[in-house]
């Protein structure tokens, strides 16, 4: 099935732990994208990518980490510097950055 | 900074009749919007996008634009029980920010059989 694979589903993280939320795709898209979301909020943009080996930061950067170093995969580091990061994440992707972001099923990140 | 602005509601419409959800933007220049449908607990998915000026038509779902007023609009005609959910509305402006989609808070639609 052609589509956009998260995972975890849900994730656990300790205090001062790092954590990598998985995002792939086999609809050979270029652009991906991760957003956060919070209770009762609109979706913040966190990293962009639109071609392999480059990304961007969007709105809230900032605590958070990314690589692109496959069409296909766009992982996602929540690092320890990131003092609030209970939220659901959602990665997204698109034919290319001009054409509708589609979403996957998102992980729930929680701190233990 | 770049907002959009909707109403959250919750807007409540009996089954049967047109919801209207309304979503405005303050970058004049934005390009591209779109409305996402999100059920509770679950990813958002694309019912709807909209580019020119106007009307668009999918369905049940009617997309309106006006870019002057700086507002998009959703109608969904022949509301269901199955169309309860939140609506998010998103803005691309376009421009050398392609692809940075600027979310509204998202409306929540009930609707009553």
């Known amino acids: 099935d052609g589509g956009i694979t998260q995972s975890p589903k849900y994730l656990f993280r300790k205090e001062g732990q790092n954590v990598t939320l998985s995002c792939e795709q086999n609809l050979n898209h270029d652009a991906m994208y991760w957003y956060r979301q919070d209770p009762g909020q609109g979706l913040r943009l966190i990293y962009y990518?639109?071609?392999?080996?480059?990304?961007q930061k969007g709105d809230i950067a900032e605590g958070y980490s990314v690589s692109r170093e496959k069409k296909e995969s766009f992982p996602l580091t929540v690092t320890s510097a990131q003092k609030n990061p209970t939220a659901f994440y959602l990665c997204a992707s698109s034919i290319t950055k001009y054409q509708p972001q589609h979403f996957g099923d998102g992980t729930r990140l929680s701190i233990l | 900074q770049k907002e959009v602005e909707q109403n959250s509601g919750p807007l409540s419409v009996p089954e049967g009749a047109i919801a209207s959800l309304n979503c405005t933007y303050s970058d004049r220049g934005s390009q591209s919007f779109f409305w996402y449908r999100q059920y509770s607990g679950k990813s958002p998915e694309l019912i709807m996008f909209i580019y020119s000026n106007g009307d668009k038509e999918d369905g049940r779902f009617t997309a309106q634009l006006n870019k002057a007023s700086q507002y998009v609009s959703l109608l969904i005609r022949d509301s269901q029980p199955s169309d309860s959910a939140t609506y998010l509305c998103?803005?691309?402006?376009?421009?050398?920010?392609?692809?940075?989609?600027?979310f509204g808070q998202g409306t929540i639609l009930t609707v009553h059989p």
């Open positions: 998103a803005v691309d402006a376009g421009g050398t920010s392609y692809g940075k989609l600027t």
């Open positions: 990518s639109q071609i392999v080996n480059d990304f």
